[in-house]
């Protein structure tokens, strides 16, 4: 009994640690591609990407592309809102210079400080310099009004409108709306014009990858397990407060050079909460490198390659890539292959030399190279050219999450070359990819306001992010409205929101996240109907909206199901149908197993003693047990009331025990009895 | 005794392992009964140069939007009819929305328009049953192993006497409430097939109601769901469908904002256009 507890404890915490590494890795995508989606047969001669001069062919097809490699994260997402959420990091300065740009700036910011505090005067006077600088063609601010007409936040919510603008920022460059405007083609099934789009954002967000091995993923963290905030997961954001990087900083002022090379990783990717700051992890790294550290030798070539807080230097980053390689770290032949691909940094381009080290790093299991190699054989750089290879070797990448491997496979589906067309999976697969682009950081900005409990701000960003169609915002954004309510600080068309509004967005947004495979999400728009939050109640639509959330496997759904057919609530009385839904639920979720088996109770009780008392007092339990579940979970679950309860029953067994032992031996001490074993 | 003091401990620890991490399964998305396409409107925006401009109407909403490149082009919105809500909703009853649309030549009912099925047969596999729909004929619940019919039941067999009777009571078309959003509906158009195999948990012969909605690209069985126990409902996409007026509020409309080159030295007039 005793025992039950702490091994509770310690399963899961070894559970949240085991969760931890695959946090940083890249979500497990399966991909199916069946033999039929491998083109078959030999490229025939009037194959137009054979063709070398044919603008389709190898040559145009520059995946180690170099144009956008040299630009700044500011340059690749142009109105980017960097400047206010990192004002420390190296931006160019120099694009202050225009009234516009004076104008988009000054708003965004007003606009930022307005969603935290909820002023809603100081809200529309942000609105009116954005609107000012979009009068002036300024791409970024009408990409920004966008926004706030597809939401409607202080304007109308008008989707014409909304698209316009859109339209007009994406062809005047602005990166975000071209991903707003993907996104809403793919919700409309219209591919064509959505698969263009998301090309062009999946190669912009390639090129901001790291050239030897894969970023560690910066997915956007949700904020909610369920319906409850995901306090584990949160706690591992604290960025410079949090204990374990405070120890990891410790360990590494003390010299411990994996503890240096981990915190110019953070630092370097703005990970874990903290902000990215090149000049801090060049500092670390050098720091390491003295104690010849290779990951962190490896980083430096990465550093020199891209000009990251220095100055651009590709014959000092190949001398680091080379000193890493020494030691044993077999990704950094990537980064050496491809400047040997390029000629960056050697006296020219050798392509023999390039896919020998690939080789080197295929061979030793690193992804990037198969990756490499794939690319290689893909465009017939240095080797001759085998499509069926490439396949192979691109598939086996992303197999393992590479994503630049997503990206050559995207590129295969689009243009039917080693793949059969398929614009439906190639614009899937862009999607995965263009989601890693700069503009990402919105999610690490809204992280911090949130940790920060600036709500408003954070439902802001979020809001922002669901737009560009990341389904985790979109959750994240529903729940914080639904959660906070009016704390949300959420933004209506004139003021405030009001309940029906927050509601409906809220609505909206869960639905979205359905619609993109979060099963939760059409769970929460059931209850919403079945519970009568925020719209009335209406059981018919409840239904269909668990069906739908059933049929993406969920299982708090089914039982809901089975729950609403044994009452014939919104479903037709059916006791059978209700156990059979009890049963799936069961089979999809084991934890499932103590309601179920309440509730598989119930229908038995029903179907046998239809006519007796204990109907009406099982009907009446909906009442009873939320109280009772809801008391258990706060009074007895708490950590400190459980332990003292435990200790209590413990202490009153021994007492009882005890007592009884005195009351047997007292009777019998006149006869000489056998010791009693207390049993 | 031990037992009884055992026995809270139990179920608290039950719903404390309820608690733990819930693996948050996110599968290849699915289609659901409602499927994917997004039912708002899809916007196109067409240009037109100067010299052929868009002639608005009266009171169309525009707005002057500017090029990066200094071009500015006056855009001319559609005009949608907006409910309170703020969505497209047709308030009129239906019963008279069919009477209107009668007086109108050449209207099909939806038993003609869905005659492009006759004689045709879908078939869509959901994990071990395969369901095959043969139009006016039957619908059957079969398990192939290696294109070899293992197991069959059938689910209903077409009977207008049924079809004469439901629709009596009602109209041509129902409805089904869609939760999309508190007001959105789909329509479809209901035929019953029953005197299907007996059904050994009820002891009376399955039947099915198979349901008719508008939508693209092309006719396919979209969902089955069992309503009560062996009483079914099979919905069946149909294009045709979306050429009767009440059905086609389930295609998203399409709108044209239509915008013109304006020249370049337009000055903004602030009367009438925002």
């Known amino acids: 009994m005793r025992l039950q507890y702490p091994t509770c404890k310690i399963a899961l915490s070894l ?15 399966v991909l199916v591609i069946s033999q039929d989606d491998l083109k078959e047969g030999p490229i025939s001669p009037d194959d137009p990407t054979t063709d070398p001069t044919h603008p389709d062919s190898a040559a145009e097809w520059d995946e180690f592309g170099d144009s956008d490699f040299h630009k700044s994260d500011e340059e690749l997402d142009p109105g980017s809102w960097r400047r206010i959420f990192e004002p420390n990091s190296t931006s160019t300065a120099s694009e202050l210079g225009t009234e516009s740009d004076a104008l988009y700036y000054s708003g965004i910011s007003k606009m930022t400080s307005a969603a935290s505090s909820g002023d809603v005067r100081l809200m529309e006077e942000a609105v009116g310099e954005i609107e000012a600088a979009a009068e002036a063609g300024y791409p970024a601010a009408q990409s920004v009004l966008g926004f706030l007409y597809g939401t409607g936040q202080m304007r109308e919510r008008n989707k014409a409108k909304a698209f316009l603008y859109h339209h007009f920022a994406a062809e005047g460059g602005n990166m975000q709306s071209k991903m707003a405007l993907a996104y809403t083609y793919v919700r409309q099934d219209m591919f064509e014009k959505a698969v263009k789009l998301y090309a062009k954002l999946a190669e912009v967000a390639v090129n901001s990858f790291l050239i030897s091995k894969d970023s560690p993923v910066i997915e956007p ?28 900083e410790y360990q590494a002022q003390k010299g411990n050079a994996g503890a240096m090379y981990k915190i110019g990783l953070f630092y370097y990717f703005g990970l874990r909460g903290l902000r990215r700051d090149h000049a801090k992890a060049l500092s670390w790294f050098l720091k390491a490198v003295e104690k010849g550290e290779p990951r962190s030798m490896e980083l430096l070539g990465e550093i020199y390659a891209r000009g ?33 691909v390029k000629g960056y940094g050697v006296e020219k381009k050798n392509y023999t030399k390039a896919k020998e080290y690939f080789e080197k790093a295929a061979d030793n299991e690193e992804v990037g190279g198969h990756y490499n190699l794939g690319v290689m054989y893909l465009k017939g750089i240095g080797v001759k050219r085998d499509v069926k290879l490439a396949c192979k070797y691109i598939i086996a990448a992303a197999n393992a999450g590479q994503p630049k491997a997503f990206y050559q496979l995207a590129k295969m589906f689009h243009t039917g070359v080693g793949l059969k067309k398929n614009l439906a999976m190639a614009t899937a697969l862009y999607k995965l990819v263009a989601e890693r682009g700069p503009w990402s950081s919105l999610s690490r900005w809204a992280l911090e306001s949130y940790l920060k409990n600036d709500v408003g701000k954070a439902l802001f960003l979020y809001s922002r992010m669901a737009e560009l169609g990341y389904e985790v915002a979109q959750s994240n954004a529903a729940w914080i409205l639904d959660k906070y309510e009016e704390h949300s600080m959420c933004m209506g068309e004139s003021g405030f929101c009001v309940d029906t509004e927050r509601h409906q967005r809220a609505h909206s947004l869960w639905w979205q996240a359905s619609e993109q495979g979060n099963e939760h999400a059409a769970l929460l728009i059931g209850d919403a109907y079945y519970y009568g939050r925020g719209t009335a109640r209406d059981y018919e639509r409840a239904a269909e909206a668990y069906m739908h959330a059933k049929s993406q496997s969920n299982a708090q759904a089914m039982f809901n199901l089975g729950y609403m057919h044994e009452h014939g609530e919104g479903l037709p009385y059916d006791l059978h149908l209700a156990k059979r839904y009890y049963d799936e639920a069961l089979e999809h ?6 309601p179920v088996t309440l509730a598989l109770t119930s229908l038995w009780i029903r179907k046998n003693y239809a006519d007796s008392f204990l109907v009406p007092l099982i009907d009446s339990f909906p009442e009873v047990y939320p109280k009772v579940e809801t008391w258990v979970e706060n009074v007895l679950l708490e950590e400190g009331n459980a332990t003292i309860l435990t200790l209590f029953a413990c202490l009153l067994t021994v007492l009882y025990l005890r007592e009884r032992q005195r009351r047997h031996v007292a009777p019998v001490a006149g006869e000489a009895q056998p010791p009693i074993v207390p049993h | 005794m031990r037992l009884l003091l055992l026995l809270p401990l139990i179920l608290i620890s039950y719903s404390l392992f309820s608690h733990v991490l819930a693996d948050q399964i996110f599968p290849a998305h699915l289609g659901g009964s409602f499927g994917r396409s997004s039912r708002e409107p899809k916007f196109n925006i067409e240009f037109h140069p100067e010299d052929s401009p868009f002639h608005p109407d009266e009171d169309q909403e525009s707005v002057v939007m500017p090029q990066k490149n200094g071009q500015k082009f006056l855009c001319f919105f559609p005009k949608v009819e907006k409910a309170k809500s703020g969505m497209p909703v047709i308030q009129q009853n239906t019963s008279s929305m069919i009477v209107e649309t009668e007086k109108r030549v050449k209207l099909k009912t939806p038993d003609e328009l869905l005659e492009v099925l006759k004689d045709r047969c879908f078939i869509r596999q959901e994990g071990w049953w395969s369901y095959e729909f043969c139009y006016q004929k039957k619908l059957r619940q079969l398990h192939l192993e290696d294109d070899k ?13 049924a079809i004469a009777a439901y629709n009596q009571n009602r109209s041509d078309i129902s409805t089904l409430k869609d939760p999309r959003s508190k007001d959105a509906s789909q329509r479809y158009h209901a035929h019953q097939y029953t005197n299907g195999t007996i059904c050994d948990l009820t002891n009376m012969p399955r039947e099915t109601e198979v349901r008719f909605v508008c939508s693209e690209p092309r006719a396919m ?10 009483k079914y409902a099979l919905t069946v996409q149909c294009p045709t469908l979306c050429k009767h007026q009440l059905f086609q509020e389930e295609r998203p409309v399409s709108h044209i904002i239509n915008c ?3 020249p370049k030295d337009y000055k903004e007039t602030r009367e009438g256009e925002e």
């Not at chain 1, 014959?315 to 040997?340: D, H, I, P, R, V």
Request: some cysteine.
């Open chain 1, 221 to 248: 963290i949700r904020l909610h397990n369920g319906a409850e905030e995901n306090k584990d997961v949160l706690r591992k954001f604290r960025g410079e407060e949090d204990e374990d990087f405070q120890i990891l």
């Open chain 1, 589 to 594: 979720d084991s934890a499932a197993k103590l």
């Open chain 1, 308 to 340: 990251a807080g220095v100055e651009r230097n590709y014959s000092k980053a190949l001398e680091w890539l080379t000193l890493a390689s020494k030691q044993q770290l077999y990704s950094a032949y990537n980064g050496m292959g491809y400047l040997y």
């Open chain 2, 149 to 161: 019919l293992v197991q069959e039941f059938v689910l209903g067999e077409y009977d207008e006497e």
């Open chain 1, 15 to 29: 559970l949240i640690l085991s969760l931890y590494p695959l946090s940083l890795t890249a979500r497990p995508f």
């Open chain 2, 260 to 262: 013109n080159a304006l």
């Open chain 2, 221 to 230: 069985i979209s969902s089955i769901t069992e309503l009560s126990t062996c």
